[in-house]
């Protein structure tokens, strides 16, 4: 059983940063493509980083990044990270670890965690 776990979430201010990170558990970290997403109430999920199975693509970043997060994923401990700095009031958030398979593309069957809320005050 695909388990995700997020934690790391908190209320912070304008330009502050936040480290996420997302254990895992049920599968094989590393065929999976692991990804953080963020919601807002009435707006849809959206996508922040992509971090690829190893050995394929490279990682992808929102736009809206803008240089100010890294994800990364620890293959021995089979968990992902998301390091924030330069946090600002868009970023306020439910924030979202997805695992999907790195055979299926972005329409196919994922997983996902409970969210970890992000909340930053101007």
């Known amino acids: 059983q695909v388990r995700l776990v997020e934690s790391g979430g908190g209320l912070v201010q304008s330009g502050d940063s936040l480290r996420l990170s997302c254990e895992t558990s049920?599968?094989?970290?590393?065929?999976?493509?692991m990804s953080w997403y963020r919601q807002v109430p009435g707006k849809e999920r959206e996508l922040v980083a992509l971090?690829?199975?190893?050995?394929?693509?490279?990682?992808t970043y929102a736009d809206f990044v803008q240089g100010r997060f890294t994800i990364s994923r620890d293959e021995d401990d089979d968990a992902v990270y998301l390091q924030m700095s330069d946090l600002r009031p868009e970023d306020t958030a439910m924030y979202y670890c997805?695992?999907?398979?790195?055979?299926?593309?972005?329409?196919?069957?994922?997983?996902w965690g409970q969210g970890t809320q992000v909340t930053v005050s101007s």
């Open positions: 997805n695992a999907r398979y790195k055979y299926y593309d972005s329409n196919g069957p994922s997983d």
């Open positions: 049920g599968f094989t970290f590393s065929m999976f493509d």
């Open positions: 971090a690829p199975a190893p050995g394929l693509s490279t990682t």
